[in-house]
């Protein structure tokens, strides 16, 4: 039993019994909580299909493929490893694609390699910035994401220098 | 948005024709769409929990005072939403869930807080500087120990599963803090 195993069920518990502490009507409250969240979640599926279908049309018909093809000759020259740039170009669009990714990468090369390592530590230090962008703008209607992607890549190009070096470092 | 989701369609459509195999568009329409409908069945369930247990926090003001504490933080972070304190809470209910990894409880707490932070906002369809460096936060990932890469890494037979960890904690840093500072930069210069 470790820690990460206990946060569940004290975190439920405490919120239950400091409910019951306080006098609060438990039961109706949680029920009432709960009918929002169940519309929130409904409200956000049309978002969720609408990237799915782009995002799985974009990778399984080639057009990433091609795109790293083309991007090959340049990251090559600035010594950026070509077996990580199908992960990098996947990680920000798809979770299960990147996942798919990953796991070929793992095949190839072996967990204990430089590469290896790299994609593990990348993979653990990203998120899915156009799934989770659209997901949280969608599910309140904005449109106008303004400078939020932007950032976001830039955050996952400096999440990805640093993985490259910080295992060149570590290990 | 809607010129990067066209993009991506149409650069789909394109590259299935050029590589001889339309039925991709089929098979994507079939096979792959179906995960939209897991994923919301996931969610719909944690979601639904993990806001209603909230509810029950709400009313008993705890939330209020965990994020009084906070305020600092949050009012550096937040500027527009710091007086908004069922927004605050959801913020930062949404960051903790993150930090532990728990990735479904962290998008039930995630819309709540961008539907509190939606109510004060002016212009319905332009994200306020809140959202933006909320989003900016969350997608830098900030997940504390990635259970799952250690997990992937040991089916895949590594001899140290987990001597990724300490790398991937300094890496996460590094990488949530250019996240901040540029979304602080594109913030000040009003873009």
Same mark, same amino acid.
């Given at each position: 039993m470790n820690i990460s195993d206990m946060i569940m069920p004290l975190l439920i518990g405490l919120i239950l019994f400091y409910g019951v502490y306080k006098g609060v009507d438990v039961y109706s409250a949680f029920v009432e909580g709960a009918m929002d969240g169940t519309k929130s979640a409904l409200k956000i599926f049309p978002y969720i299909l609408a990237i799915i279908f782009a995002i799985n049309l974009f990778i399984l018909s080639g057009a990433e493929d091609f795109i790293a =093809?083309?991007?090959?000759?340049? /990251?090559?020259f600035i010594g950026f490893p070509a077996e990580l740039l199908s992960l990098v170009l996947v990680?920000?669009?798809? =979770?299960?694609?990147?996942? =798919? /990714?990953f796991q070929t990468v793992l095949d190839t090369y =072996?967990?204990?390699?430089?590469i290896g390592r790299c994609a593990s530590v990348i993979m653990g230090s990203s998120e899915t910035i156009f799934y989770s962008c659209a997901v949280y703008f969608g599910s309140v209607g904005i449109s106008d994401y303004r400078y939020t992607i932007?950032?976001?890549l830039l955050s996952h190009a400096a999440t990805v220098t640093a993985a490259l070096i910080v295992c060149r470092l570590v290990f | 948005m809607n010129k990067?989701?066209?993009g991506l369609i149409f650069l789909g459509l394109l590259f299935s024709f050029i590589n001889k195999s339309p039925q991709t568009v089929t098979n994507v329409l079939f096979f792959e769409i179906e995960k939209s409908v897991d994923l919301i069945l996931n969610l719909i369930s944690i979601m639904a929990f993990w806001t209603g247990l909230m509810r029950v926090a709400e009313k008993t003001n705890i939330l209020n005072k965990l994020s009084s504490a906070l305020k600092p933080f949050v009012g550096y972070l937040f500027e527009d939403?710091?007086?908004n304190l069922k927004a605050v809470n959801a913020i930062l209910l949404t960051l903790a869930a993150n930090l532990m990894g728990i990735g479904n409880s962290a998008t039930a707490f995630g819309i709540k807080a961008m539907e509190e932070m939606q109510k004060a906002n002016l212009n319905k369809k332009r994200a306020t500087n809140a959202m933006c460096m909320f989003l900016i936060i969350n997608v830098s990932s900030i997940q504390l120990i990635p259970l799952n890469i250690i997990k992937l890494r040991a089916d895949s037979g590594s001899s140290a599963p987990s001597e990724i960890m300490v790398p991937t904690l300094i890496v996460t840093i590094f990488s949530t803090m250019v996240a901040i500072i540029s979304g602080k930069y594109f913030e000040r210069k009003g873009s």
């Amino acid at each position: 039993m470790n820690i990460s195993d206990m946060i569940m069920p004290l975190l439920i518990g405490l919120i239950l019994f400091y409910g019951v502490y306080k006098g609060v009507d438990v039961y109706s409250a949680f029920v009432e909580g709960a009918m929002d969240g169940t519309k929130s979640a409904l409200k956000i599926f049309p978002y969720i299909l609408a990237i799915i279908f782009a995002i799985n049309l974009f990778i399984l018909s080639g057009a990433e493929d091609f795109i790293a =093809g083309i991007l090959k000759p340049v /990251t090559s020259f600035i010594g950026f490893p070509a077996e990580l740039l199908s992960l990098v170009l996947v990680k920000p669009l798809s =979770g299960g694609g990147s996942l =798919g /990714t990953f796991q070929t990468v793992l095949d190839t090369y =072996g967990p204990d390699s430089y590469i290896g390592r790299c994609a593990s530590v990348i993979m653990g230090s990203s998120e899915t910035i156009f799934y989770s962008c659209a997901v949280y703008f969608g599910s309140v209607g904005i449109s106008d994401y303004r400078y939020t992607i932007r950032a976001g890549l830039l955050s996952h190009a400096a999440t990805v220098t640093a993985a490259l070096i910080v295992c060149r470092l570590v290990f | 948005m809607n010129k990067l989701w066209l993009g991506l369609i149409f650069l789909g459509l394109l590259f299935s024709f050029i590589n001889k195999s339309p039925q991709t568009v089929t098979n994507v329409l079939f096979f792959e769409i179906e995960k939209s409908v897991d994923l919301i069945l996931n969610l719909i369930s944690i979601m639904a929990f993990w806001t209603g247990l909230m509810r029950v926090a709400e009313k008993t003001n705890i939330l209020n005072k965990l994020s009084s504490a906070l305020k600092p933080f949050v009012g550096y972070l937040f500027e527009d939403v710091q007086n908004n304190l069922k927004a605050v809470n959801a913020i930062l209910l949404t960051l903790a869930a993150n930090l532990m990894g728990i990735g479904n409880s962290a998008t039930a707490f995630g819309i709540k807080a961008m539907e509190e932070m939606q109510k004060a906002n002016l212009n319905k369809k332009r994200a306020t500087n809140a959202m933006c460096m909320f989003l900016i936060i969350n997608v830098s990932s900030i997940q504390l120990i990635p259970l799952n890469i250690i997990k992937l890494r040991a089916d895949s037979g590594s001899s140290a599963p987990s001597e990724i960890m300490v790398p991937t904690l300094i890496v996460t840093i590094f990488s949530t803090m250019v996240a901040i500072i540029s979304g602080k930069y594109f913030e000040r210069k009003g873009s």
